[in-house]
């Protein structure tokens, strides 16, 4: 529950973003600036109080009690910190699609260094990914929604909106928030014919929407190699199986995985992040253990159960010719994020209205990045969609302290969500 003064700060909110909405266009177009106005005073209050996965008890607080405020149903705890909004539009909006939009909620690990005023009170957190403007952006829909509802403006569109607000987008290992919404029964409970995401792009214009039927974004796993051997005096070698050594072999020989045996014409990542010998031992100590951390990555699933075989062959049998033995630790990450080919088409579709042809990109290049939305887009056919952030001087990317989620976004994201539901509830029909 949030406590009396956060209440009274969103009543302050919404009041001081204005309530009404007529019906003329241009009450209605005020009304979105309101909207938006009102996302950017959540985003940032959202960014002074970043919480990590599974913890975003006052995020999904806050986005229950803006919902409600709104006349939107609201079911909360949904995998463990998650929330979902219900609008039904239409006398018989069971008839109608069902419609899932999703933001994530979480923050990171890292000490924030941008300087803004409205930056992280919780040391060593932030949000460098920009969690808490998908957030904003959708909440900031819901209201211009609900006011349009309210007045009638969407008295011929027909089916269920659900707005998912997932935790733990960053969790990283056993599917995240996604999987863990889906194992509370996301989708029976709250049936989705499509469903749609959407991330902020660093060094992309404002607003440029990007986006690509099929693959998109990269499978991630984690993989942790423990090679065992037989430790010793520094002088005398001969007389120890030294894991040093065959690690160093192995970092090299993972890389042939990649050159040889993946297709050229396909992606394949293999990358050492982490290099443990000796621990506890000294210059002239031969060690007994050594292990490794890989992040591995693909744009194909075939190639992903490639990768895992091989990394599990190689590294038993190169340590094996040091007279060493290998232990594997293979943990499954998110799976390749492949969009629906309709799906991606309507998204280009509702950009181009929006915003102009040039302000679309309906063929951008897959990223080896990874996303816990592939996970929904396996059981529901779909699309995860990129927005540019800007490419202003001082920018910078995701995940570094210095990044900041750019507030001139959130017209353009909330008038994409907008676009997105008047397609579907006036009765885009795909295939």
């Not at 996303?371 to 001087?393: H, I, K, Q, T, W």
């Amino acid at each position: 529950m949030l406590d009396h003064q956060t209440l009274a700060f969103l009543g302050a909110l919404e009041a001081r973003a204005g309530q009404t909405i007529g019906s003329t266009r241009a009450a209605v177009d005020d009304n979105l600036k309101r909207s938006a106005h009102l996302a950017t005073l959540i985003r940032q209050d959202i960014h002074r109080h970043p919480e990590l996965a599974f913890a975003e008890t006052r995020t999904s607080a806050m986005v229950a009690a803006l919902l409600r405020m709104w006349g939107i149903e609201v079911h909360e705890g949904i995998g463990r910190t998650g929330v979902v909004g219900v609008m039904r539009f239409g006398n018989h909006p069971e008839e109608g699609p069902g419609l899932g939009l999703r933001a994530d909620m979480d923050a990171l690990p890292i000490e924030e260094q941008t300087g803004k005023p409205y930056s992280s009170v919780r040391r060593g957190l932030m949000h460098a990914c920009g969690h808490d403007g998908h957030t904003a952006a959708l909440l900031g829909a819901a209201r211009h929604l609900s006011g349009l509802k309210a007045q009638g403006a969407c008295s011929q569109w027909n089916g269920t909106l659900h707005l998912i607000f997932q935790p733990a987008e960053e969790c990283g290992l056993d599917g995240g928030g996604a999987l863990a919404m889906m194992r509370d029964g996301l989708f029976e409970r709250f049936p989705c014919e499509r469903i749609f995401a959407m991330h902020n792009a660093p060094s992309q214009p404002v607003g440029k929407v990007l986006t690509r039927a099929g693959p998109m974004m990269a499978s991630s796993d984690r993989v942790d190699v423990t090679i065992r051997g037989e430790g010793g005096h520094a002088a005398f070698p001969h007389r120890s199986a030294d894991p040093v050594l065959a690690v160093a072999a192995l970092v090299m020989s993972l890389q042939s995985i990649v050159s040889r045996n993946v297709d050229p014409q396909d992606t394949a990542v293999i990358s050492v992040g982490r290099m443990l010998a000796g621990e506890r031992g000294t210059y002239n100590v031969i060690p007994a253990l050594a292990r490794l951390e890989l992040s591995v990555r693909a744009l194909d699933a075939q190639v992903r159960v490639l990768l895992e075989r091989r990394i599990g062959e190689l590294a038993r049998l190169q340590s094996e010719s040091f007279n060493c033995s290998a232990q594997v630790n293979y943990m499954h990450g998110y799976p390749v994020l492949v969009n629906d080919a309709s799906c991606s088409a309507l998204v280009e579709k509702v950009a181009r209205e929006c915003f102009g042809s040039t302000m679309v990109d309906g063929q951008t290049s897959a990223i080896t990045g990874s996303e816990d939305f592939a996970s929904m887009l396996e059981v529901r056919p779909g699309c995860y969609f990129l927005m540019g952030n800007g490419n202003a001087p001082g920018s910078c990317m995701v995940h570094h302290p210095g990044y900041d989620f750019n507030d001139e976004l959130l017209p353009a994201s909330i008038r994409m969500w907008i676009g997105l539901c008047r397609e579907v509830f006036n009765g885009a029909r795909f295939p």
